[in-house]
């Protein structure tokens, strides 16, 4: 992050406490995401995703969350895109939530896990219906020679289904990360920044303030 000017007139600064150490992890997030969505003004859940091929090459991108408690943080793709792909090659993933307006930022590592699929069920059927018919039409992160082709398989797709309920496709579904890691992240001035980790060690988290 760049350095804050205090007389900047884009993103005031926000003289936040310093972080609790003494918090739960999960009950934090929660906090700050409640924070988030009060002050951000479009998708305060979308997270920079992180993944990697099994011999280590990373990639990221920005997905939305959709559900989260204990068990982790979940979001859903078509699993033969390139992120389905790293996953099943390489099943951990590295989530980076950044709210500007708030000028805090959460980092979560941990391993993946699939979502059930009563969960994916669940989840998809909540979707609106074009964004179903768009997960039926679209071969996600494939070569496409026109988009006219795609305009007609979702155009195939409407009319395939017409009025009837659409079936999740088997290759789409969602994943879990289950965290190991967690760093809080508040900006300061001049970059004298807040920071705290959690990492997970047998049935509890040791918990570290860092230097900026």
Same mark, same amino acid.
């Given at each position: ?130 964004? #179903? ?10 070569? &496409?020679? =026109? *988009?006219? @082709?795609? !305009? ?27 965290? #190991? ?10 970059? &004298?920044? =807040? *920071?705290? @980790?959690? !990492? ?13």
């Amino acid at each position: 992050m760049p350095e804050t000017d205090p007389a900047a007139p884009t993103v005031p600064f926000v003289d936040h406490p310093l972080i609790d150490l003494s918090a739960d992890p999960f009950t934090l997030f929660d906090t700050w995401m409640h924070d988030a969505e009060k002050a951000e003004p479009c998708d305060p859940n979308a997270m920079v995703l992180a993944t990697a091929t099994a011999d280590g090459r990373p990639s990221a991108r920005i997905v939305l969350l959709k559900g989260h408690d204990r068990r982790g943080f979940v979001f859903y793709t078509n699993m033969f895109s390139r992120k389905g792909r790293e996953l099943e090659a390489n099943p951990c993933a590295a989530l980076l939530f950044h709210w500007k307006s708030l000028r805090r930022q959460i980092r979560i590592e941990g391993d993946i896990t699939p979502v059930s699929p009563e969960e994916a069920d669940a989840y998809f059927a909540s979707r609106s219906r074009m964004s #179903q018919l768009g997960a039926i039409a679209s071969d996600q992160s494939r070569p &496409l020679a =026109d *988009r006219d @082709i795609f !305009e007609q398989r979702l155009k195939n797709a409407e009319e395939e289904f017409g009025s009837a309920p659409i079936p999740r496709p088997k290759n789409w579904s969602g994943y879990r990360v289950s965290p #190991q890691h967690f760093e809080f992240w508040q900006e300061r001035p001049y970059r &004298l920044h =807040d *920071r705290a @980790i959690w !990492e997970h060690h047998g049935n509890g988290w040791d918990v570290t303030r860092l230097y900026p």
